[in-house]
């Protein structure tokens, strides 16, 4: 059986609007399946985003454009603050996973990550080790050059993961409450799910750029688009939907977004 890499949304595992308020309610029912896939012996990574533990800090003091010798105190201030909140939210995290009997590994991407975007540097090898639960997260990490500093989402972590750990079947985005990509806003009553994305295909997003330093749903979108096309398939789904998401780790019939892994990987 191959690997599966999740990414638990900031949103959905915070509050986005209230500063540092973690919703434990969100991530228990989905610990335990994760605790079924795990012990069935399905190699599990999960990287997990900030929402209101690191967009609303890094934003105020501009974390994601770098370094600004103007804002010096108050970023080195931030940088830190967000890094505290970042080991807190994770802390968290694992608390609640151990809980469910689930044997991980944390790795901070600060201790050894560094630049931002997909062509971040780091040694990968750390997530290998058999027989545990890695977990990572976005992070502020250090860049090279005049920059400093900025803030590698964990949409980066989960196209490096995806495309050169080994053997991965899938990459699955777990939602707020949205079961995937919609072709209007999915408030909308007329709006449609998108149930598999081929790149022609147009989505609303409903990206908060107010809230958000990384790149909301249009970064997962690129991300996913180029996971796919040489890795492993990349499903979106809705987090919160504890029935749906044991079919889709069953091989059952479920309901999100799905881009398929390209042709020539079949
Ligand atoms: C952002 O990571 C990290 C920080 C702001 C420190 P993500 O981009 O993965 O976070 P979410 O999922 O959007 O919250």
């Known amino acids: 059986m191959g690997g599966v890499i999740i990414k638990l949304g900031g949103a959905l595992i915070t509050d986005k609007d209230q500063i540092h308020t973690f919703r434990p309610e969100a991530l228990m029912p989905l610990a335990s399946i994760l605790s079924e896939m795990a012990s069935e012996g399905r190699r599990v990574t999960i990287v997990h985003g900030a929402g209101s533990f690191g967009h ?15 804002r010096e105190t108050e970023q080195t201030q931030a940088v830190d603050s967000v890094r505290a909140s970042m080991i807190n939210l994770n802390g968290m995290v694992l608390d609640i996973l151990r809980e469910h009997g689930i044997d991980c590994q944390t790795h901070p991407p600060r201790e ?16 290998e080790t058999p027989g545990k639960v890695h977990v990572t997260f976005g992070d502020v990490v250090d860049v090279d050059g005049d920059m400093r500093f900025g803030i590698l989402s964990g949409d980066h972590l989960m196209e490096r993961l995806a495309l050169e750990a080994e053997d991965m079947d899938m990459a699955v985005f777990l939602l707020n409450g949205i079961d995937g990509l919609y072709d209007k806003d999915p408030k909308d009553p007329d709006a449609r799910l998108i ?17 958000d330093v990384t790149g909301g749903m249009a970064l997962k979108v690129d ?15 809705n987090g919160l939907d504890m029935e749906n998401m044991r079919r889709l780790f069953a091989g059952e019939e479920f309901t999100g977004t799905v881009f398929k892994r390209a042709k020539s990987h079949e």
């Open 56 to 70: 609303i800090e890094a934003k105020q003091a501009g974390l994601a454009g770098g370094y600004d010798p103007a």
């Open 112 to 127: 050894w990550a560094k630049g931002t975007g997909s062509t971040f540097t780091g040694d990968i090898g750390r997530f």
């Open 195 to 211: 149930r598999e994305y081929n790149s022609e295909a147009s989505y609303t997003t409903t990206l908060d750029s107010d809230k």
């Open 223 to 237: 991300v996913s688009k180029r996971i796919s096309s040489s890795g492993p398939k990349v499903v979106f789904v």
